[in-house]
């Protein structure tokens, strides 16, 4: 079985500053990972995705990710946040065997302060 | 290029009620899924469906049925609607075939219910 763990349910950090989002998976397989963003009243879009490869992921929007096998994580990470990043951020996993179910955390609302 | 379509966005249904969620891709996908998003509780899924003419449980599937009626549209059916099912609900896509691995799925802007 898979599961996603999201540290922290809400986030607030200012304008310009680092933004790190913490996601922790448990699998029993290789994983797929993922993050997607959700903005108010709108479906999920796909930030950015790591299947195999290079650990350091870029997505869009200037996030980036690491996938840190040892530590079982896939935190998310942005230099300088922006007030349009205010959204709610969700981690997922699926595996890579023909799985192509995600399991999703909780989120985390990112909140910018001016 | 629409997507996901879901229909409708709002509904207001009274205990015991039924209805249908609609939706529609299309982007030629196998697969699809719905999920509900709670506060607190990120998205579950309730159903998917791997190809047409498929479908399988998921997470929370209990008070639900659904048809996969061709390759684009998969609805979600509530026969008697509970307080408990008070929820917004996702519908998504995704076609494994399309991807190198690592399937992206693409979501529908999702129906708010309310069950009073």
């Avoid at chain 1, 680092?18 to 994983?31: A, D, F, G, I, T």
């Avoid at chain 1, 993922?34 to 709108?42: A, L, S």
């Amino acid at each position: 079985a898979q599961s996603v763990t999201q540290l922290g349910s809400h986030v607030s950090v200012s304008e310009g500053a680092l933004v790190l989002l913490r996601c922790n998976y448990s699998s029993s397989v290789p994983p797929y990972l993922f993050w997607y963003v959700q903005y108010p009243n709108q479906g999920l879009q796909l930030l950015l995705k790591y299947t195999t490869g290079a650990t350091l992921v870029k997505g869009i929007n200037g996030f980036e990710a690491e996938f840190k096998k040892s530590e079982t994580s896939f935190h998310l990470t942005k230099p300088s946040a922006h007030m349009s990043d205010a959204a709610e951020y969700f981690c997922a996993v699926s595996d890579n065997f023909g799985n192509e179910k995600l399991t999703f955390g909780t989120g985390t609302r990112l909140t910018i302060i001016p | 290029n629409a997507g996901v379509t879901q229909t409708p966005k709002f509904q207001v249904l009274k205990t015991g009620q039924s209805m249908t969620l609609q939706c529609a891709q299309d982007m030629n996908h196998n697969s699809m899924y719905w999920y509900r998003q709670d506060p607190g509780m990120g998205l579950r899924l309730i159903y998917y469906s791997a190809s047409e003419g498929t479908t399988d449980k998921g997470e929370v599937p209990n008070g639900y049925n659904v048809s996969r009626l061709n390759k684009r549209e998969f609805s979600l059916r509530l026969e008697s609607a509970a307080p408990s099912q008070t929820s917004v609900y996702f519908c998504a896509s995704s076609d494994r075939s399309r991807d190198r691995g690592g399937t992206e799925a693409f979501f529908g802007q999702g129906t708010r219910l309310t069950v009073v």
